[in-house]
């Protein structure tokens, strides 16, 4: 008869948090709803929410959905993501919003949500809010699950895994982690003894959600890979970003002399406030580059030695095409790979004499695009990079120009070029629209003005521009 760990009564607390019901499909929503967010610009809130639901039904599948399932998509979305803030009767969409619109970089985004997301946070109820404050609870599971499975590899000399059922027996509802800030050492012991004694740990669904969706979060972010085997494993490509959690102490202070035993009105008001404190807190910037995604550590899926040999080849390719005062920074990687693409392009067509022509644009410069190169009869060829980043193949039909770059394309009309990449584990697409302001003019793309003054534009990878193999060499 197989025995089954429990944590002991005293130190039990089941942690909750918002689950989205679009979870299967969070990167096409994410992207769909934060440029939609974006777009609205600061508006009344009840205008906003009419317009946000009428964005929600818009989305595939959404169109003969229940008045309730939009509200409730409206309420994780705002509850979770920290994606609008309403204030003095105003809804204002907030930075993460309107950067993952704009950079469409789906693991940076799940990166910073990730390094602030704690317990409690104001995307819970109130109630919720005040059993964690009473229980004093006070976690961080994300940079608190990398030093433990660090720990664990350094212990094990290999690579170590952990399941959800773990993560949420031995780390999530246990008081003595999530309270008492457990050494993850100690935690590592007690996950070994349990090993090591065979015993087992509920693993109903229900059981082990929550864990489970931060886990998946955190494999969002890339911080994680979860393997065959059910385990989590550190993404050993990423000891940057890990390195940055693993250091931060960082931590929401909103709750901080919060009375709970006041006049329920006060106690009321000041969770209001916290909430709208903890939105801020989400949004505030970490500072530039900070965790900008290494496209090719996405690309490599965990692979250091691939990582390496990319990189190396890389760098040694475009090296003349980086001014002298300048080095190809994580940021850059994307626009690295179309210079690369590029040059061996030409290469290719035996026209290396072109290749000193092809040129990375540093982005303070302001022209309009990021690549200048060459075609092959020698004519002028510039191109804007537009990057996705996702843990998941995506629709990648959707991106923004700036009021500078759609200028700068109506100036150049042919010679002017949309590289679209969509970057996911062991997978680059690449789809080139020349001419975009030609295509709009000729129906062939949708183009619709931002309050920014920049353009948004949709397009049918199908009918508009064609698909290319990426050249990495």
């Given at each position: 008869m197989s025995i089954k760990y429990q944590v002991p009564q005293e130190y039990y607390f089941r942690l909750h948090h918002v689950r989205p019901r679009f979870k299967n499909n969070l990167e096409n929503v994410l992207f769909f709803i934060s440029n939609e967010i974006a777009s609205m610009g600061v508006t009344r809130k009840r205008d906003f929410k009419v317009n946000f639901d009428s964005a929600i039904r818009a989305f595939p599948g959404n169109v003969s959905a229940h008045r309730k399932t939009i509200a409730n998509w409206r309420t994780e979305i705002d509850a979770l993501f920290g994606f609008v803030k309403y204030e003095n009767g105003q809804a204002i969409p907030m930075r993460l919003a309107s950067e993952l619109a704009q950079d469409q970089d789906?693991?940076?985004?799940?990166?910073?949500?990730?390094?602030?997301?704690?317990?409690?946070?104001?995307?819970?109820?109130?109630?919720?809010?005040?059993?964690?404050?009473?229980?004093?609870?006070?976690?961080?599971?994300?940079?608190y699950i990398l030093n433990l499975l660090r720990h664990a590899e350094v212990s094990t000399q290999g690579r170590y895994g952990i399941t959800k059922a773990e993560a949420t027996h031995c780390i999530f509802n246990d008081l003595r982690v999530?309270?008492?800030?457990?050494?993850?050492?100690?935690?590592?012991?007690?996950?070994?003894?349990?090993?090591?004694?065979?015993?087992?740990?509920?693993?109903?669904?229900?059981?082990?959600?929550?864990?489970?969706?931060?886990?998946d979060y955190m494999c969002q972010a890339q911080l994680l890979k979860r393997q065959p085997n059910k385990r989590y494993y550190l993404n050993t490509v990423e000891g940057l970003a890990i390195d940055r959690?693993?250091?931060?102490?960082?931590?929401?202070?909103?709750?901080?002399?919060?009375?709970?035993?006041?006049?329920?009105?006060?106690?009321?008001?000041?969770?209001?406030?916290?909430?709208?404190?903890?939105?801020?807190?989400?949004?505030?910037?970490?500072?530039?580059?900070?965790?900008?995604?290494?496209?090719?550590?996405?690309?490599?899926?965990?692979?250091?030695?691939?990582?390496?040999?990319?990189?190396?080849?890389?760098e040694s390719n475009i090296e003349e095409a980086l001014e002298e005062y300048q080095e190809m920074r994580i940021g850059d990687v994307g626009e690295g790979l179309v210079v690369n693409h590029e040059i061996l392009s030409l290469i290719q067509a035996d026209r290396r004499d072109l290749t000193h022509l092809v040129k990375l644009i540093p982005s303070h410069f302001a022209v309009g695009y990021d690549v200048s190169s060459r075609e092959f009869d020698d004519s002028a060829k510039l191109i804007e990079v537009k990057t996705t980043a996702s843990n998941r193949d995506l629709t990648f039909s959707r991106f923004h120009l700036t009021p500078n770059e759609w200028k700068t394309a109506e100036s150049f009309g042919e010679r002017y070029y949309i590289y679209r990449l969509s970057v996911t584990p062991n997978d680059i697409k690449l789809h080139v629209l020349q001419?975009?302001?030609?295509?709009?003019?000729?129906?062939?793309?949708?183009?619709?003005?931002?309050?920014?003054?920049?353009?948004?534009?949709?397009?049918?990878?199908?009918?508009?521009?064609?698909?290319?193999?990426?050249?990495i060499g």
């Open positions: 789906l693991v940076k985004f799940f990166k910073i949500f990730c390094y602030k997301f704690e317990y409690p946070n104001g995307g819970l109820k109130p109630q919720k809010v005040k059993e964690m404050l009473r229980a004093n609870i006070k976690f961080r599971p994300a940079p999530t309270r008492d800030d457990r050494a993850v050492e100690e935690t590592f012991q007690l996950i070994e003894q349990n090993k090591n004694q065979s015993l087992e740990y509920d693993i109903a669904g229900d059981v082990i959600r929550y864990a489970g969706d931060f886990l959690f693993c250091s931060s102490d960082s931590s929401f202070r909103g709750y901080e002399g919060i009375n709970l035993d006041a006049d329920r009105l006060e106690v009321k008001r000041s969770l209001a406030e916290a909430e709208n404190d903890w939105i801020d807190y989400l949004n505030a910037p970490l500072g530039e580059g900070y965790f900008d995604t290494d496209i090719l550590a996405l690309f490599t899926n965990d692979n250091p030695e691939r990582y390496e040999e990319i990189l190396a080849s890389l001419d975009p302001v030609g295509l709009y003019r000729s129906n062939l793309l949708c183009m619709s003005l931002e309050n920014s003054g920049g353009v948004t534009i949709t397009f049918d990878e199908n009918t508009c521009g064609w698909s290319a193999d990426l050249m």
